[in-house]
Nanobody, 117 residues
Framework: QVQLVEAGGGLVQAGGSLRLSCAAS????????MAWFRQAPGEGREFVAA???????SYADSVKGRFTISRDNAKNTVYLQMNNLKPEDTAVYYC???????????WGQGTQVTVSS
């Protein structure tokens, strides 16, 4: 079992930046693939970015070139640096972890990101 706690959300103007963090506790963090998802009001949850055990990266097309995912295994933390934010990035952002599975079994409680135009 692993527990995930997100932080860093808030209100920002379009074009601004935010950095989200997700602190993990429990099993060895380096054994987990990590990802960020988001859910806008009235929409389903969508994939944003992922970083696997080998630190290979993947991004949704909508955030490529603007968002950067990274991990610090010594701090048991994964980050999402978000630059050039747009109003359509407004959503609750969730951190997720996968362990020996194709699915993400563990989820944080989410952090709200609001981008004003």
């Amino acid at each position: 079992q692993v527990q995930l706690v997100e932080a860093g959300g808030g209100l920002v103007q379009a074009g601004g930046s935010l950095r989200l963090s997700c602190a993990a506790s429990g099993r060895t963090f380096s054994n987990y693939g990590m990802a960020w998802f988001r859910q806008a009001p009235g929409e389903g949850r969508e994939f944003v970015a992922a970083i696997d055990l080998m630190s290979r990266l993947s991004y949704a097309d909508s955030v490529k070139g603007r968002f950067t995912i990274s991990r610090d295994n010594a701090k048991n933390t994964v980050y999402l640096q978000m630059n050039n934010l747009k109003p359509e990035d407004t959503a609750v952002y969730y951190c997720a972890a996968q362990y020996l599975s194709r699915d993400y079994q563990y989820w944080g409680q989410g952090t709200q990101v609001t981008v004003s135009s």
